[in-house]
């Protein structure tokens, strides 16, 4: 096969950046991909971990085979099994036909098993003999099949603890992980950083034909020294939401300051993820602190409105049209304080539920249903989601 180098395969796969650690794992990736070791691609949410699988498979001999990706975390539990390795006509209601499993169609191929630490345990031991002896059996049968199948695996969760924890088989992460690749956080990338701002900002100002937003020396050291806990992920989000509303293009740090939700969090230390193995319930607790937070904010300006209409001060946010208007006392309308008063309190008495429930709406909402990147924006698991939209009928 031709040598590839590191640098190729970055502006192949549209990977910027130049930090030694992550020029370290492609390079891994590369060396590994002719052989069919199974690999392991380790490192926190959003810093880049789906490309990984591709150079993989694009640079062995199996990529004229197939390439499947299953979200392990996006599956619920009853299917996964059917989905991996198939099942007969009748083995559970529903099973109206007979099906192939990912593990047979891929066969000569890679599978892709994204956050492989949320597999059931059930599916961890099939997954096990697969890979151990290239054999599975369809939900519902009784029949050995044998496949050939290369697989890499991710994770954003520490596997070694979930392991000491009794969540995932030790047999299990030894086998997935004969080749761990570690992706390096962005937070220590340095330089690479305001690469991948540049990037974003381009590409979001040739989308929307306009400049692209520029920092000035205090905000790029402000970038810098960010900690960047969605890391790649969240720079992007960002640098798109910058890009989008601020109309002044040369961006201060005090501008970049409201837009880095992670710099109020030394406020509210029990925000503060020391663990990331507690990601995910840190998280849904971050999802209600959110939203209290910000609903207090809210309560706050309500409370000043009333404070201001029974003072007898208009509100300061007028509509400018207002101005020409002919009566513009009554282009605001002065809700009666006693009702603004119950509506403050109504707002204080909301439940938790209700709180998340509204979030995960919008969540969705702002996604346009797709419940990868609402899971992604909320830092809860895809699993997670679909039990809550199923919890709160959310369809
Ligand atoms: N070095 C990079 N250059 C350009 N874009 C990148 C880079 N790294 C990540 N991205 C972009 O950042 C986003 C997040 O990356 P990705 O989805 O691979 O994260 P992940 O590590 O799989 O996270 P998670 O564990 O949450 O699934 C994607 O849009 C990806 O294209
Ligand atoms: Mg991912």
Known sequence: MIKVDVQQIKQRFGIIGNNAALNRAIDVALQVAPTDLSVLITGESGVGKETFPQIIHQNSPRKHGQYIAVNCGAIPEGTIDSELFGHEKGSFTGALS????????????????????????PTQARLLRVLETGEFIRVGSSKVQKTNV???????????????????????????????????PLRERGEDIILLFR???????????????????????????????????????????????????????????????????EKYPVLVKQDSDQKIFNSEREILYQVLFDMKKDVNELKKLVHDIMGG?????????????????????????????????????????????????????????RRKNAAADLKISERTLYRKIKEYNLE
């Open 98 to 121: 007979d099906r192939k499993g990912y593990f047979e169609v891929a066969d000569g191929g890679t599978i892709f098993l994204d956050e492989v630490g949320e597999l059931p345990t």
């Open 313 to 369: 001060k208009m509100p300061i946010e007028v509509p400018e049209e207002s101005a020409a208007y002919p009566h513009p006392i009554h282009t605001v309308r002065p809700v009666p304080p006693i009702q603004e008063a119950e509506a403050v309190e109504e707002a204080e008495s909301l439940s938790l539920e209700e709180v998340e429930k509204e979030m995960i709406r919008k969540a969705l909402e702002r996604h346009n249903g």
């Open 199 to 265: 990037k974003f900002a381009s590409d979001c100002a040739e989308k929307y034909r306009m400049p692209p937003i520029r920092l000035d020396e205090e905000a790029r050291q402000l970038m810098l020294s960010y900690r960047w806990p969605g890391n790649v992920r969240e720079l992007k989000n960002i640098t798109e939401r910058i890009s989008v509303i601020e109309e002044n293009r040369d961006i201060t740090a005090s501008v970049l300051r409201l837009y880095l939700p992670d710099l109020n969090i």
């Open 150 to 184: 290369r697989i890499v695996a991710a994770t954003n969760v520490n596997l070694t603890q979930a392991v000491a924890e009794g969540k995932f088989r030790e047999d299990l992460f030894y086998r997935l992980s004969t080749v761990p690749i570690q992706v390096p």
